[in-house]
């Protein structure tokens, strides 16, 4: 039985844990060739690149900071150079507090840097990939783009103001790209991850929040946290076939966190 992208390439940001790591690793179970990438956590880009190789699939770690253009330009180039083409993106790297790696802050305290590091990588990644990925997929013809956004575009929690803007921006920069593309043949979407297990972001909120797990669960319809398997799954249903007349949407992923 063929598999769904035999002899496409995907390219994965933000692919050395959670959410990127699985989805890069369902594009390769689906027979797509496979580009992951991240900043920081070098040896987790590297695992995941193994973890697919060892299960028969191709994949590469490139390291990119996305806030880089030049890094960003290099990025594609090079996986453009090495498979030829580039048929999907998932653009799902991103920071968020968590309360260690970015400590959340109301308004009136918040940090000039931390809000220019989480706009930084959360909307100008976006737009560099977007620019890069978008000029390969214009040269071939066509292709399928989705950006990690979050429930917090549309349900804010307070001390969360760079992360709501930067997302709730995402927004609006994804059916900007779905219109530009669209004569392309590029369609570009958003999914939107509610509370998502086995994530960094979960794991350092829930270490530092006493009680959060609890609550988040509790505002769920679905009573159940989210897993990276269950965003994956949304994200290659958008870039594939069955998704052809689906553009410039933000698709919700979040045990209906949203709908109340």
């Given at each position: 039985m063929a598999r769904l992208f035999e002899g496409k390439v995907a390219l994965?940001?933000?692919?050395a844990s959670g959410i990127g790591r699985v989805t890069a690793q369902c594009f390769a179970?689906?027979?797509a060739k496979v580009v992951v990438s991240t900043a920081r956590n070098l040896?987790?880009?590297?695992?995941?690149?193994r973890l697919i190789q060892e299960a028969g699939g191709e994949a590469r770690f490139v390291r990119c900071d996305v806030t880089r253009e030049v890094e960003v330009r290099r990025l594609v180039e090079e996986c453009t150079e090495r498979y030829g083409r580039l048929d999907f993106a998932f653009n799902n790297a991103g920071v968020g507090p968590d309360g260690v790696r970015i400590p959340l802050y109301s308004i009136v305290d918040c940090p000039e840097e931390i809000w220019?590091?989480?706009?930084?990588t959360n909307l100008k990644g976006v737009f560099l990939c977007l620019k890069y990925e978008m000029r390969a997929m214009m040269q071939q013809g066509g292709g399928a783009i989705v950006n990690t956004s979050s429930?917090?575009?549309?349900?804010?929690?307070?001390?969360?103001?760079?992360?709501?803007?930067?997302?709730?921006?995402?927004?609006?920069?994804t059916?900007?790209?779905?219109?530009?593309?669209?004569?392309y043949g590029i369609r570009v979407n958003a999914v939107l991850p509610g509370p998502i297990q086995n994530t960094l972001l979960w794991q350092y909120l829930?270490?530092?929040?006493?009680?959060?797990?609890?609550?988040?669960?509790?505002?769920?319809?679905?009573?159940r946290v989210g897993t990276p398997e269950d965003v994956a799954e949304a994200v290659l249903w958008l870039c594939s076939e069955k998704a052809s007349f689906i553009t410039g949407q933000s698709l919700c992923v979040d045990g209906g966190l949203t709908v109340h």
């Open positions: 994965v940001t933000g692919g179970r689906e027979g040896a987790g880009g590297q695992e995941t690149a220019d590091v989480t706009l930084d429930a917090a575009a549309i349900r804010v929690d307070p001390n969360f103001c760079a992360y709501n803007s930067s997302k709730a921006g995402l927004t609006g920069l059916r900007t790209a779905a219109l530009e593309g669209a004569p829930t270490s530092t929040t006493p009680g959060v797990s609890d609550k988040l669960v509790a505002d769920l319809p679905l009573h």
